[in-house]
């Protein structure tokens, strides 16, 4: 009796301890769907910021048999618009569906978003295959619609009315998980933290990467309102206090606003920083150029006020502040035509700048050489009235009628110009030096400083090759020069070997004694005299005797 309690005893465990296998395994096969809001926290910047939420649902299983679901979003309408809704790509992987969205304010759920999707039938009416896994359902854009400036505001995203059904049309039993939206108070920064008066402080707040055109409107207490589209603004107090700095975003109309005060301290304002380039030696008539940096702080800024005085000799020689020319922010430019009639000697550049209340001043000086000779110069070109000459002190620019060139002479392909700064090298292509006339041993050349008149020999011309002309047994030169190549007909040589050469621009002489020796002769002629033709028809006339008896036999 003992033995077979045990025994059923023992059976009696072991069918319970099956019982409760099959109830856990029953029961994590039945672990819910969960529908659910990502990101769970979005946390805004900016107003009318743009953003996407998704919604989604994970632990959904085939055996469900999941044909349908819906949802609402809820949200705070003060705070965000909702914007659009599209469908997800989870359930319509598994076939065709329907998509139903709405954007209401319902009387009992208020703003929301209302969504219904439908997995549909096949043509028989029915459901082979269903959905299965994790996936988004929707997503739905929102726009944030207001920002506050004393701190952060918080919306919930609440699914609400969701209903997961099968195919039965029952209800599947699923768990829900909202969302949180937040949007950042409006603040802003600036720096120096202790900005005293006449220093610049400079404003900025951080700036969404994806946004509308926002206007941000400046008032900086002291009277001044600026309205700018950038996220950064600098400005400066002229009087030591406590000022009231409101920054207002707009953006499509809508507003919103935050202020700091902000002390400014009395110490003294640091002036302003002003570099000058200014070459060191200039030349009568030269347009020389003068660059102008201001800075505040490290940064360039744009003075309120600018001016520029040349002094020489104890005194203003000119007065250069119409001539500043603005090249970008802080970067200014001065052209400066030195007059012909300027005294060698040392010029001094004074520069004021006012920008608010800071001061700035740069003082530079140069030195004005009455000749170019000491300094190597050689004319590179002319265009119009401007010549440019290469020197040891860099390159210049001067007014050709300042320096009055004139050519002097010609070696080779150098040429050398007489000015009133002294005298200039030039290559002969720079002045454009064209051969124009040849008059024996003399050449007549144009260029664009003046014509000249020099030998042959400093224009090295050469004869390089002699051909006779078949056609009219003349025979051709090929005369070269360092201005150009040119060719002409040999009338005569002496027994020196001076040849007397006719070319297009006139007759030029020259030895060409070891070229002779390699022009080939005269090609032979043929004399025909009346006794060679009477010869000629003899033997004519005896060939034809000789033909007339071979054709008899």
């Not at 769907?33 to 649902?57: C, D, Q, R, S, W």
């Not at 988004?136 to 699914?159: D, H, N, R, V």
């Not at 051969?435 to 664009?448: E, K």
């Not at 042959?456 to 201005?483: C, F, Y």
Request: with cysteine; glycine share 6%.
């Amino acid at each position: 009796m003992k033995e077979k309690f045990t025994a059923l005893l023992i059976v009696q465990l072991m069918l319970l301890n099956a019982a409760l296998i099959v109830v856990s395994e029953s029961h994590a096969e039945q672990t819910p769907p969960e529908i659910y809001i990502a990101p769970k926290h979005y946390m805004a910047e900016k107003l009318h910021e743009i953003f996407n939420i998704t919604v989604n649902i994970r632990n959904l299983q085939a055996s469900h048999k999941a044909i349908s679901v819906q949802f609402r979003v809820q949200y705070d309408a003060s705070l965000l618009e909702a914007v659009d809704a599209y469908e997800g790509p989870f359930i319509k992987q598994f076939g065709n569906t329907y998509f139903i969205k709405y954007i209401e304010d319902d009387p009992y759920y208020g703003p929301n978003v209302l969504i219904g999707i439908q997995l549909l039938p096949n043509e028989t009416g029915h459901w082979i295959t269903f959905p299965d896994g994790s996936g988004t359902l929707a997503t739905i854009t929102f726009k944030a619609t207001s920002q506050p400036s004393g701190g952060p505001l918080q919306s919930i995203l609440q699914l609400n009315d969701t209903i997961l059904t099968d195919d039965s049309i029952e209800e599947i039993p699923h768990t829900t998980v909202s969302g949180v939206y937040t949007i950042s108070a409006l603040t802003f920064t600036y720096e120096p933290l202790v900005p005293s008066a006449g220093e610049v402080v400079t404003f900025s707040l951080k700036e969404p990467e994806n946004h509308v055109p926002i206007i941000y409107k400046w008032d900086f207490g002291d009277g001044v309102i600026v309205n700018t589209t950038k996220p950064t603004v600098t400005h400066m107090y002229k009087t030591p206090g406590d000022y009231n700095v409101t920054l207002t975003c707009i953006i499509e109309g809508a507003k919103t606003s935050t202020t700091k005060t902000i002390s400014i301290k009395l110490y003294p304002p640091s002036p302003l920083e002003i570099d000058m380039d200014v070459s060191q030696i200039c030349f009568p008539g030269e347009i020389v150029e003068f660059n102008i940096l201001i800075k505040h702080y490290g940064e360039r800024v744009d003075p309120d006020t600018l001016s520029a005085l040349l002094y020489y000799n104890g005194g203003i020689y000119a007065n250069l502040t119409a001539t500043i020319q603005r090249i970008d922010i802080g970067l200014y430019r001065i052209n400066y035509r030195i007059p012909n009639t300027a005294e060698a000697g040392t010029y001094t550049l004074l520069v004021d700048a006012r920008y608010y209340i800071v001061k700035g001043t740069c003082i530079k000086s140069f030195a004005i050489s009455p000749t170019l000779t000491q300094w190597n110069a050689r004319l590179l070109f002319i265009n119009g009235t401007i010549a440019t000459i290469s020197t040891d002190v860099g390159i210049i620019k001067i007014g050709v009628e300042a320096i009055n060139f004139t050519l002097v002479g010609i070696n080779g392909t150098v040429a050398y110009i007489s000015s009133t700064l002294g005298t200039i090298m030039a290559g002969v292509n720079d002045i454009n030096a064209t051969l124009v006339r040849l008059d024996g041993t003399v050449a007549y050349i144009n260029s664009t400083v003046g014509p000249l008149v020099t030998p042959i020999r400093n224009i090295n011309l050469t004869v390089t090759e002699i051909k006779r002309d078949m056609a009219t047994g003349q025979m051709v030169a090929t005369i070269q020069t360092t201005l150009g190549t040119i060719k002409g007909y040999v009338e005569d040589v002496n027994d020196g070997g001076l040849a007397t050469i006719n070319t297009e621009i006139g007759m030029v002489k020259t030895n060409i004694s070891t070229l002779l020796q390699r022009v080939p002769e005269k090609p032979p002629t043929v004399d025909m005299t009346p006794s060679w033709v009477a010869a000629i028809f003899a033997i004519l006339a005896f060939l034809a005797v000789i033909f007339l008896l071979l054709k008899k036999k």
